[in-house]
C-alpha cells in the first residue's frame, strides 16, 4: 500500500474536488491509502466513503500569491493542511504528497519539511509540458536554482530521465540542453560545461543543445536549463500562449471571417494557454526531494486532482526514488553539503 | 540627403524586391539617395528609374546559414553586396544600410566593417516585436552579448530609449527588466545589479522587473536582458507561436467545429509566427554600430524591403546616433577599450 499526504484545503475548488479527487482514486487505484489533511468538519460534509481514507485536522489554508511563503509555512506548522501533510513525508507517515494549494508555499515548505534526498545536491521543479506531437516533455529546472554548478545539473538530468522513463513510459528519453544554438560550442561558458559533461556521461542519451523556437516541438524528451533560463523558458510560453489568445480575441472585431475563427480556435487555445500558465504547472513533480511532491493544478477538479494523485501513485510503484536513491549511493566519495 | 547603402542581393527574393521596394523609398522619401550594391547586370533588368540611385557592382551573395559568416564576410570583402554596403558606412560614402541578407553574416560583417561607436562598449541587436495592444515593443539584446557588465546594459538601455521616442514616437519611454519574478531582489545578483543601477538613473524611465508572461502585453516599451537571456525569449516565443500555429492545424482533423475555427484563424497566426521567427526579425537595428544597420526581414517583399529603408531614413533624420554620441561624450572618463 502506498501512502498518499493529500493537502485538501488548497486550490481554487478545495476542499470539495480533492475530496471527490480522493475518493475516486481509492476506487480506481486498489494499491493506495490516502491520508486527508484539511478541516475535519468541512471534508466531513463531502466525505460519502472513507475506505482505506484518514482524515488528519489541519484546517489553515496559506493563501496565493502569500508574500512571505517561508515564514507562512514556519508560522502555520501545526495547523496548516499542506505544511502537515509535506511534514508526513520527513515522519514516513506517507510516501508522497499533492497539493493544489500555492506553488511558492509548497515548494518553500518541501525545502523546510520535507528537505533534500542524501546526495542528490540541488532540487529541480519539472513540468510537463504539452507538445505539438502529443508526446509530454518535462523541462527543467522551472525555478528554485538561478544558478547551479553542471554536476548538479547531471544528477538532475538523470532524474528526469528515471522519471521519463519509468512514469511516462518514453523508452531511452533523451535530454537535450537548452541553448541560444544549436552547434557545440554555443552559448555561455557554463552552458559548454554542461554540454561537455553531458556528452561524456553514460547516464543518459544526450542530443546536444536545442533551441527554445523548437519548445513545443523538441527533438529530445527533457529540456533542461539552469533555474533562471528554463523559468525564463516557461513564462515566455505563458505569455506568448497568453497573448496570442488575446490577439485571437482582438479579432472578433476584424473581419467577420476572421470573428468566426477566433471564435472557434478560441477553445483550444485557452485550453493550451491553462495547460502552459506558470501558477498551473499541473503535475509538476519536484525532483530530488526525500520522497515525492506532485503539485496539482490550482483550479484543479476533480478528474485532474485524482490524476496528481495518480501519478504519485505511479511514482511511488516505479520505484523512481529508490532507482535514483541507488544511483547516488554507487557514487561513492560525493559528500551531501 | 540622407544616403542609404542597400544590400540589394540579400533575401529570398532578391534582387526584384529589393530594387523595386528602394524605388518606391526614393518616390515617397524626398531626402535620401541610394546606392544599390549587387551584380550590375541584374540590377538594370529591374531599375527602371535611376532617380538618385547609384550603383556599385557587387554581384556575390552570402549565402542563408552560412557557417563560418566571419570567413564568408572577410573572403568576400570586395565582392559580397552585403560586405561592400557595410563597408560604405564605415568609409563615410553612406549614413546607413538596409539588407535582408543571411542575419549571421549581416551581424558578423557589422563588427568586423563598421564596427561600434566611440564609447560604446556593446552592441545590442533590437528586434521591435509585436503586442497585444498593437504598440511595438523593442526587445534586447536579443543576441550577441552573452554576458555583460551591469554598465553597459545601461549604455544599451539609453540607446533604446532614444530610439522608441526619436524613431517609434513613443513619449517617455519605459525600460522594464526581464526577470524571474516581478519584486525588486528577484533573479541573479547580475539582475539584481542591473536592476540597482537602472533604479537610481535618470537616463530613463525604469519599471522595474518584469516577467516574461507578459512578454506580448508588457508594461513598458523596452524590455532588456543579457544577450542570452533575451535571445531565449526571443526564441521562446517563436517556438511557441510556431507550436500553436500547428496544434491549431492538428485541429484540422479533429472535431468539424475545431477544424473550422482553425481554418479561419490559422492566417493570423501565421501572420503573427512570422513576425516572430527568429530569422525574420523583421526592421532588428543594431545599437552601437559606427553607424546604423538595419535587419530587413529575409522574405521581404517590395512594400516590407520600402519600410526598411524608411526606417533608416528615419534613424538619419531623428539624429538618433548623434543623440546618443553626445550623451556617451558627456560620460568623460570612460575609456574604450
Chains 1, 2 share one sequence.
Not at 260 to 272: R, V
Request: glycine share 8%; aromatic share 8%.
Amino acid at each position: 500500500m502506498y501512502r498518499i499526504a493529500v493537502d485538501a484545503m488548497g486550490g481554487d475548488y478545495a476542499p470539495k474536488e480533492q475530496i471527490q479527487g480522493a475518493m475516486l482514486a481509492i476506487k480506481n487505484i486498489p494499491d493506495i491509502e490516502i491520508i486527508l489533511y484539511g478541516d475535519k468538519e468541512k471534508i466531513k460534509e463531502y466525505l460519502t466513503n472513507d475506505e482505506r481514507i484518514k482524515i488528519v485536522h489541519a484546517p489553515f489554508v496559506i493563501p496565493m500569491g502569500e508574500h512571505d511563503p517561508i515564514h507562512a509555512i514556519k508560522a502555520n506548522k501545526e495547523t496548516s493542511s499542506m505544511a502537515r501533510a509535506l511534514a508526513s513525508l520527513r515522519s514516513d507517515e506517507a510516501d508522497a504528497v499533492v497539493s493544489s494549494g500555492a506553488t511558492q508555499a509548497l515548494i518553500a515548505g518541501a525545502h523546510i519539511l520535507v528537505r533534500r534526498m542524501k546526495g542528490f545536491k540541488r532540487t529541480a521543479i519539472a513540468p510537463v509540458i504539452p507538445s505539438v506531437s502529443g508526446k509530454p516533455t518535462i523541462l527543467l529546472d522551472a525555478g528554485g536554482n538561478l544558478t547551479i554548478r553542471p554536476e548538479y545539473m547531471l544528477q538532475q538530468a538523470y532524474f528526469a530521465k528515471i522519471y521519463a522513463q519509468e512514469v511516462l513510459h518514453i523508452e531511452d528519453p533523451v535530454v537535450g540542453l537548452i541553448n541560444i544554438g544549436t552547434e557545440e560550442g554555443k552559448g555561455r561558458e557554463f552552458d559548454n560545461e554542461v554540454y561537455q559533461l553531458f556528452k561524456e556521461t553514460d547516464l543518459f542519451k544526450f542530443y546536444g543543445n536545442i533551441e527554445p523556437k523548437v519548445c513545443l516541438d523538441p527533438p529530445c524528451d527533457i529540456m533542461i536549463s539552469d533555474g533562471f533560463t528554463a523559468n525564463i523558458v516557461m513564462k515566455t510560453i505563458e505569455g506568448t500562449a497568453k497573448g496570442m489568445g488575446k490577439i485571437l480575441k482582438a479579432n472578433l472585431t476584424s473581419s467577420f471571417i476572421g470573428k468566426i475563427g477566433a471564435l472557434l480556435a478560441k477553445k483550444n487555445l485557452d485550453k493550451f494557454k491553462t495547460a502552459m500558465s506558470a501558477e498551473e504547472i499541473g503535475g509538476a513533480v519536484i525532483f530530488g526531494l526525500y520522497k515525492p511532491v506532485i503539485k496539482a493544478q490550482g483550479a484543479s477538479k476533480v478528474y485532474g486532482f485524482y490524476n496528481g494523485i495518480r501519478q504519485a501513485a505511479n511514482i511511488c510503484r516505479a520505484g523512481v526514488w529508490d532507482k535514483v536513491s541507488d544511483y547516488l549511493e554507487s557514487q561513492k566519495g560525493d559528500e551531501d553539503e
